[in-house]
């Protein structure tokens, strides 16, 4: 049994741009090879448009079963159109439209996908109502957002609100790097240094921006996840550390920032062994997920499933917890579900038809 917490997925808008159109601003362009880029403005990026599109759900479980031995999935919202450049109307039209496709994927399949909700983070107002309806009206638990807003870290006034009215309905974040507007991108110009370097770096600033606003001192139940498994925080928080020790500007929350490291979730996409063993000696087993990026390029070579399957340094109760249980714990999942109870009683593979 493994559960995908890190798995895309594209909007049914966007078959509108993979066919020429128009999507919230949205666009194709073409370089002069002929290669297709997505663009929204005068900002171009060095992407084709994701075509993950929900269509075909039952199609998609089999096949990730099948080629990744992934059994259930989180559909996180594909990391480029969080739309946060839209205005209030907008950016509160294109919401409820991804967040309703989503929860309809969730109710046809509950026993494979569950619906992340995504909301207008720059719109606070907004995004309170659609936090409401998306959780009193569509049955989705679960929220997803980037790891800044227009460029403000997620302990900013306007941003830290929205976070704290999740965490009081019990509801689980995700928090996923930008594609643009990384902290440093300017000096990212070549290597693909954006991603290698600046997602990385961009979920470090996220998870400690939320350290340090206070939020898991006054909301302990919290459960909140980072990918990239965090970032740079395991090896750097050493520094953090002296700094709350010495500076009474560094000591807004209640610990020192290693004694968080163990209350957030973290993905497993750290792409090495060392890595990943530090990671566990920080977070601790029970806070590591499975993720793979899916589709895109980020799994670790050769599936996350089976790496940690083989990993020596996890007992077999540990691997078990990093496979599934994390996850349904993280995300809220009745354990006692039909499914989980199958899948425990050592059910194998996914059904051949995936009930609608």
């Given at each position: 049994?493994?559960?995908?917490?890190?798995?895309?997925?594209?909007?049914?808008?966007?078959?509108?741009?993979?066919?020429?159109?128009?999507?919230?601003?949205?666009?194709?362009?073409?370089?002069?090879?002929?290669?297709?880029?997505?663009?929204?403005?005068?900002?171009?990026?060095?992407?084709?448009?994701?075509?993950?599109?929900?269509?075909?759900?039952?199609?998609?479980?089999?096949?990730?079963?099948?080629?990744?031995?992934?059994?259930?999935?989180?559909?996180?919202?594909?990391?480029?159109?969080?739309?946060?450049?839209?205005?209030?109307?907008?950016?509160?039209?294109?919401?409820?439209?991804?967040?309703?496709?989503?929860?309809?994927?969730?109710?046809?399949?509950?026993?494979?996908?569950?619906?992340?909700?995504?909301?207008?983070?720059?719109?606070?107002?907004?995004?309170?109502?659609?936090?409401?309806?998306?959780?009193?009206?569509?049955?989705?638990?679960?929220?997803?957002?980037?790891?800044?807003?227009?460029?403000?870290?997620?302990?900013?006034?306007?941003?830290?609100?929205?976070?704290?009215?999740?965490?009081?309905?019990?509801?689980?974040?995700?928090?996923?790097?930008?594609?643009?507007?990384?902290?440093?991108?300017?000096?990212?110009?070549?290597?693909?240094?954006?991603?290698?370097?600046?997602?990385?770096?961009?979920?470090?600033?996220?998870?400690?921006?939320?350290?340090?606003?206070?939020?898991?001192?006054?909301?302990?139940?919290?459960?909140?996840?980072?990918?990239?498994?965090?970032?740079?925080?395991?090896?750097?928080?050493?520094?953090?550390?002296?700094?709350?020790?010495?500076?009474?500007?560094?000591?807004?929350?209640?610990?020192?920032?290693?004694?968080?490291?163990?209350?957030?979730?973290?993905?497993?996409?750290?792409?090495?062994?060392?890595?990943?063993?530090?990671?566990?000696?920080?977070?601790?087993?029970?806070?590591?997920?499975?993720?793979?990026?899916?589709?895109?390029?980020?799994?670790?070579?050769?599936?996350?499933?089976p790496w940690i399957q083989n990993c020596n340094f996890f007992t077999e109760e540990e691997k078990q917890k990093v496979l599934w249980r994390n996850a349904v714990r993280f995300l809220?999942?009745?354990?006692?579900?039909?499914?989980?109870?199958?899948?425990?009683?050592?059910?194998?593979?996914?059904?051949?038809?995936?009930?609608?």
């Amino acid at each position: 049994m493994a559960i995908d917490t890190h798995a895309h997925w594209s909007p049914r808008g966007l078959a509108r741009v993979a066919d020429g159109g128009d999507w919230y601003g949205w666009r194709i362009v073409r370089d002069a090879q002929g290669r297709e880029h997505v663009a929204l403005g005068d900002q171009v990026l060095a992407l084709a448009v994701s075509r993950s599109f929900l269509d075909d759900p039952a199609a998609r479980a089999a096949a990730r079963k099948a080629n990744e031995d992934i059994d259930f999935e989180a559909l996180v919202l594909t990391g480029t159109f969080w739309n946060y450049h839209l205005d209030e109307a907008d950016s509160a039209r294109c919401c409820r439209e991804i967040n309703q496709e989503v929860a309809q994927v969730q109710a046809a399949y509950p026993d494979r996908f569950h619906g992340i909700a995504v909301l207008p983070m720059q719109h606070p107002k907004v995004a309170l109502r659609e936090l409401d309806h998306a959780t009193g009206q569509l049955g989705l638990r679960s929220i997803a957002l980037a790891t800044n807003v227009r460029g403000l870290n997620l302990d900013e006034p306007t941003v830290l609100p929205v976070l704290e009215a999740a965490a009081a309905m019990g509801v689980s974040i995700t928090v996923h790097p930008v594609i643009w507007g990384k902290a440093g991108e300017e000096r990212f110009p070549r290597y693909n240094f954006w991603n290698s370097f600046g997602a990385p770096l961009e979920s470090s600033l996220a998870a400690m921006s939320v350290v340090y606003s206070g939020l898991l001192d006054r909301h302990p139940d919290l459960r909140i996840m980072f990918t990239q498994g965090g970032g740079w925080i395991h090896f750097g928080v050493g520094r953090l550390n002296l700094r709350y020790a010495q500076r009474a500007d560094a000591r807004p929350m209640a610990r020192p920032p290693v004694d968080y490291l163990s209350r957030m979730y973290f993905d497993c996409l750290v792409h090495d062994e060392d890595s990943l063993a530090l990671l566990k000696k920080r977070a601790g087993a029970d806070h590591i997920l499975i993720g793979t990026d899916y589709p895109a390029g980020g799994n670790i070579p050769g599936g996350a499933v089976p790496w940690i399957q083989n990993c020596n340094f996890f007992t077999e109760e540990e691997k078990q917890k990093v496979l599934w249980r994390n996850a349904v714990r993280f995300l809220g999942l009745p354990e006692d579900s039909a499914y989980m109870a199958q899948r425990r009683a050592g059910a194998e593979g996914i059904a051949a038809e995936v009930r609608p």
